[in-house]
């Protein structure tokens, strides 16, 4: 079982630049989240989604863009990268009979110069 | 402003030995905590939860124990094994999480190594 995904494992962007972090599950959970983990910070939630076409902002969203078109996939948009946003990225779901659990994505490391 | 703490960024603990780490909130809102384990270049992965209708849980070698008066929790790991070396974050909900809740809020986490 796959279970949540994410693509790509490490990126360096420059400031300005922009790109799409990858998220897909195949547990058919209507529940998907972006959390970005800093040192001493913890875990703070950026944007999440209760099913196809639903999105809400988490603790943190400024800067980031999501879009929710499939149950699948939930990816993260950073439009203009800034050093700020150097961080781990986790996408995580949950859904079904272990509604408590959240599943995480492995991570993507974020580097911004 | 943190509304979930883990003050203690690391602990040492010798292998056998009971680990305890302490987590403490703020929102008195929070009704459902859960613990989460993390080893490195993996994502966090489910531990442990309980609701604030109780003041214990246990699973195995892991309990947690909550203090709803003081705002504090806390993980009991009895006897502590190194693969139990991780970083372990604390996590809260308002509104019942286990219900549908959107949002859980995680603590700095905290650096656990088991000594052989």
């Known amino acids: 079982n796959a279970g949540v995904t994410q693509t790509p494992k490490f990126q360096v962007l420059k400031t300005g630049q922009s790109m799409t972090l990858q998220c897909a599950q195949d547990m058919n959970h209507e529940y998907m989240s972006w959390y970005r983990q800093d040192p001493g910070m913890g875990l703070r939630l950026i944007h999440y989604?209760?099913?196809?076409?639903?999105?809400d902002q988490g603790e943190v969203p400024n800067g980031y863009n999501v879009s929710r078109s499939t149950t699948e996939d939930f990816p993260l948009r950073l439009l203009s990268a800034a050093p700020s946003q150097t961080s781990v990225y986790f996408c995580?779901?949950?859904?079904?009979?272990?509604?408590?659990?959240?599943?995480f994505g492995s991570g993507t490391q974020l580097s911004v110069l | 402003d943190q509304q979930v703490k883990q003050n203690s960024p690391s602990l040492s603990v010798q292998e056998g030995r009971i680990s305890i780490l302490n987590c403490d909130y703020t929102n008195s809102m929070f009704d459902y905590f859960l613990w989460y384990k993390k080893y490195p270049a993996e994502g966090p992965t489910f531990l442990i939860s309980i609701s604030s209708i109780k003041d214990k849980n246990e699973d195995g070698r892991f309990t947690v124990f909550l203090n709803k008066s003081a705002k504090h929790l806390s993980l009991h790991i009895v006897p502590s094994q190194p693969g139990d070396s991780a970083v372990y974050f604390c996590?809260?909900?308002?509104?019942?999480?286990?219900?549908?809740?959107?949002?859980?809020?995680f603590g700095q986490g905290t650096r656990l190594t088991i000594n052989p």
């Open positions: 989604s209760v099913g196809a076409g639903i999105t």
């Open positions: 995580a779901s949950r859904g079904g009979s272990s509604n408590e659990k959240l599943f």
């Open positions: 996590a809260a909900s308002a509104l019942s999480w286990a219900q549908g809740a959107q949002k859980l809020v």
